[in-house]
């Protein structure tokens, strides 16, 4: 074979090897671009609230205060969404902002649902007036329901929230097995505390020793009820001793 005839062959083959080649790349292009139209028309699937619709909301724990219009109300944008795009996080914070929901788990339902569970917060006293102390001491604002108006009326700096229900918690006790009742406890911006009974009568503890002054208060109270006069207030921010303030004298200082 002469060198015409071998150039000829090689040119030949380097043809069919650019054919191979631009074939498996347009071949390689066509499933690329197929898959990403598919792709595509998948998200524009996943993502079309009216093909695939949220269709309910099962709502799941105990609630007293929460109501399903509330509900409903706080989900009724996200509900435009499909069950695919739908935020399930977004759900969540949009239920946790609720003034009586403590916390909140979602998680989607195939095909078409969201399970929700809530978990209501649980108030155990008043909290400056206005608001609400939970169970661990943490303050958050909900408004007043009539039934919950005998739980106790507690105050003080918001951070000082869990202080305050654990020391009420303290005195109740010491005060309930003496026959009294612990209706009011306020802390100041100074750490003093300040008590109320349910019989009306304050007493004034100062910052330190709490419990000793309020047992002080129990020893001598047997003694105050000799008098004619009705207790109003009580200053146990002393050493030693106490001073007493009469319902008379209150009303004539006013």
Do not use: C
């Amino acid at each position: 074979m002469g060198v015409g005839q071998k150039l000829a062959a090689l040119r030949q083959r380097m043809r069919q090897a650019n054919w191979y080649l631009i074939s498996g790349v347009s071949f390689l292009l066509l499933v690329l671009i197929a898959l990403a139209y598919a792709g595509w028309k998948l998200e524009l699937l996943l993502n079309d609230a009216e093909a695939l619709p949220i269709q309910a909301v099962a709502v799941k724990g105990e609630r007293r205060y929460t109501s399903d219009e509330q509900i409903r109300l706080a989900l009724q944008d996200l509900m435009q969404r499909s069950f695919f795009s739908a935020d399930v996080m977004e759900v969540q914070k949009a239920l946790e902002a609720l003034p009586w929901v403590y916390k909140a788990s979602v998680r989607r339902d195939w095909p078409a649902k969201l399970k929700v569970y809530l978990q209501e917060q649980t108030p155990v006293a008043h909290w400056n007036a206005t608001g609400w102390l939970n169970e661990h001491g943490e303050v958050f604002a909900a408004p007043q329901e009539e039934e919950l108006e005998t739980l106790p009326w507690l105050s003080g700096p918001d951070e000082r929230g869990l202080d305050v229900l654990t020391a009420y918690k303290q005195m109740e006790e010491l005060l309930r097995i003496n026959s009294f009742h612990l209706q009011k406890l306020h802390l100041s911006p100074r750490l003093a505390w300040e008590a109320e009974l349910g019989n009306g009568i304050v007493l004034d503890l100062g910052r330190e020793d709490k419990m000793s002054r309020i047992q002080r208060f129990i020893n001598v109270y047997p003694e105050m009820l000799k008098q004619d006069k009705s207790l109003a207030r009580v200053d146990l921010r002393y050493d030693t001793g106490l001073a007493v303030g009469w319902e008379a004298s209150q009303k004539e200082s006013q």
